[in-house]
């Protein structure tokens, strides 16, 4: 079975504060992949990042960057600079062979930016 | 950019009613799910599909909801007579061969009354 968990539920922040959400996830799999998600108020899933289990380069994509220590079990992801449009609910997600390849998610954190 | 196109986007039914949720996947994408988030809480697996047939399904899965590709495109979730507790929003999404390409529709948000 495979197990994603958030522990926090909500941040809030100031403005141009950054933003950094925990992860954490369990897995029987040697070969998975990780994601973070968006859900703005709108409702829809907005896909962010992602990244498998052999590729532990941390990397930075605009004001995003992550996090990924398999020693940990972690997948932490960072907003730099965050923005008022960055307010949302983030989810943490997992997928693996173990699990038939399905989408595990992890309860969210709410993101609410303040001006 | 390919899209999973879900209709409709809000649904209101009375309890008991039967409702389906109508996806269209991505055109060459083999493997399809749905998904389903009540508000506020996280979103939960109900059921893959794959080569026409369930190839998982959720304890959410029960006997009242049911899945087909009746086309070839459209892919369908039926709920055969809804709860009040079958309140939430409905996720479509669809994969290729790659373990990571999935791609979700916007959703239906479903109201029972």
């Known amino acids: 079975a495979q197990k994603v968990t958030q522990a926090q539920t909500e941040i809030s922040v100031v403005e141009k504060e950054d933003v950094t959400l925990d992860c954490v996830y369990e897995?029987?799999?040697?070969?998975?992949?990780l994601f973070w998600y968006k859900q703005p108020p709108s409702g829809e899933l907005v896909f962010l990042i992602r990244?498998?289990?052999?590729?532990?380069q941390n990397e930075i994509s605009g004001r995003y960057s992550w996090n990924f220590q398999k020693s940990t079990s972690s997948f932490n992801f960072t907003i730099t600079a965050s923005q008022v449009v960055d307010s949302a609910v983030y989810f943490c997600?997992?997928?693996?062979?173990?699990?038939?390849?399905?989408?595990?998610f992890g309860g969210g954190t709410r993101v609410l930016v303040k001006p | 950019e390919p899209e999973v196109t879900q209709t409709p986007s809000h649904q209101v039914t009375q309890m008991g009613q039967e409702v389906i949720l109508r996806c269209v996947p991505i055109?060459?994408?083999?493997?399809f799910y749905w998904y389903r988030q009540i508000l506020g809480q996280k979103v939960e697996f109900l059921v893959s599909?794959?080569?026409?047939?369930?190839?998982?399904k959720s304890e959410i899965f029960d006997d009242q909801f049911s899945v087909e590709r009746p086309d070839g495109s459209n892919f369908t979730l039926k709920i055969r007579s809804t709860k009040l507790e079958d309140s939430a929003m409905y996720f479509c999404?669809?994969?290729?061969?790659?373990?990571?390409?999935?791609?979700f529709g916007s959703g239906t948000r479903l109201t029972v009354v």
């Open positions: 599909f794959y080569n026409n047939e369930i190839s998982e």
């Open positions: 055109s060459n994408h083999l493997y």
């Open positions: 897995t029987r799999d040697t070969t998975y992949y």
């Open positions: 990244r498998n289990s052999f590729d532990e």
């Open positions: 999404a669809s994969r290729g061969q790659a373990n990571y390409g999935y791609t």
């Open positions: 997600a997992l997928s693996g062979l173990a699990a038939g390849n399905k989408l595990t």
